[in-house]
C-alpha cells in the first residue's frame, strides 16, 4: 500500500512552481507624478506654470534621495515616472529634470493620444497588468487630479496593498477645486513625513530609514522660506499653501529628535 501518491514528485514540482511564480510577482512597484509633486511647477498659476515648464533644475529638494532610499531599501522594487503632461511639449524638459536632479532611472510615461482624465489611470492599470505588484506606493500631489486617479485605482484592484502619499501644495482657500484627500491617502509636505510612515510599516529598513531621516530633518531645518533663485532646490517654494496639511500620526518619534523640531517648523510653515 503506497502511503503517499505515485505522482508525489509531481505535486511537489506543482506547488514549488507555484510558490516561486508567487514570489516572482511579489514586488513593489512606486510611482511618482512629476509636476508640483517632483517639480515646483506651480501648476495652478498661469503664468508661473509656462514660465516653469522649460525650467530644469526647480525641483522639491530630498525627492530624489528619498527614490533612492525606496529603491534601495525595499526589496524586488522599481519606479515610474506618470505624469499627464503631453510628450510632445514637456519631453525633454521633464527627462533633463530627472537627470539634472540625480532621480533614479525609471520609463517616464508621458500622455500621447489618451485624454488628461483617461490617461493615468489606463497607465497605472497597464503597470499593474505587466509587473504584478502586491504592494504600490504612489506619490502625487492636490494641484490636479492625483487624489482621485489613485484612489480609482485602488477600488479597481483591492488585492493590492497600497500606500498613497500627497503633496499638500493648494488649499480651498485659494483654490475652489482642490480636492480632499480620500480614505487611505496620506498628505505631505517633506519627503520625512513619508519615511517616516514607511519605516513604521515596516516597510523602510530602520537603519537606513533613521539615517535618512536625520539628514533630511537638519536640511529642511536650514531650509529658507523666501522667493529667489527658482532653479534651486528648495523644500518650501513661497508660493506653497499647505494650510490644510495634518502631520501624520507616527509612533516612538522621540526616538529622533530631529523629528520634532521639524514638525514644529513644518507646523510654523502651513499654519
Known amino acids: ?3 503517499f501518491p505515485r505522482n508525489l514528485n509531481r505535486v511537489l514540482v506543482g506547488v514549488v512552481a507555484l510558490l516561486l511564480a508567487a514570489m516572482a510577482s511579489a514586488k513593489t512597484v512606486i510611482v511618482s507624478d512629476i509636476d508640483d509633486t517632483i517639480k515646483m511647477s506651480h501648476v495652478r498659476n498661469r503664468m508661473d506654470s509656462i514660465s516653469n515648464a522649460r525650467r530644469t533644475k526647480n525641483r522639491f529638494e530630498g525627492m530624489n ?3 533612492h532610499l525606496m529603491l534601495n531599501g525595499i526589496e524586488d522594487s522599481k519606479i515610474y515616472y506618470l505624469t499627464n503632461a503631453p510628450g510632445w511639449l ?8 530627472l537627470a539634472n536632479g540625480n ?3 525609471g520609463e517616464v510615461l508621458f500622455r500621447e493620444k489618451e485624454s488628461s482624465d483617461e490617461h493615468k489611470v489606463k497607465a497605472l492599470r497597464e503597470i499593474i497588468r505587466m509587473d504584478q505588484p502586491n504592494r504600490m506606493i504612489l506619490l502625487g500631489d492636490n494641484g490636479e487630479r492625483d487624489i482621485a486617479f489613485y484612489s480609482q485605482i485602488r477600488e479597481e484592484f483591492p488585492e493590492v496593498e ?3 502619499f500627497i503633496r499638500i501644495v493648494y488649499s480651498p482657500s ?10 487611505g491617502q496620506m498628505g505631505f509636505v517633506t519627503p520625512l513625513e513619508i519615511a517616516l510612515v514607511l519605516r513604521q510599516n515596516a516597510i523602510l529598513p530602520d537603519a537606513q530609514a533613521n539615517a535618512f531621516i536625520w539628514e533630511i530633518g537638519d536640511s529642511i531645518l536650514n531650509d529658507a522660506f523666501e522667493d529667489g533663485d527658482r532653479n534651486r532646490p528648495k523644500f518650501f517654494p513661497d508660493w506653497q499653501n499647505c494650510e490644510t496639511f495634518e ?15 521639524v514638525y514644529h517648523r513644518v507646523t510654523e510653515i502651513c499654519h
Open 90 to 97: 514637456m519631453k525633454r524638459a521633464h527627462t533633463k529634470l
Open 162 to 164: 497600497f500606500f498613497q
Open 174 to 183: 485659494d483654490y475652489d477645486e482642490i480636492l480632499n484627500l480620500e480614505s
Open 247 to 261: 502631520w501624520p500620526s507616527i509612533k516612538e518619534e522621540a526616538s529622533l529628535p530631529v523629528v520634532s523640531r
Open 65 to 67: 534621495s528619498l527614490y
Open 103 to 105: 532621480f533614479p532611472e
Open 1 to 3: 500500500m503506497h502511503l
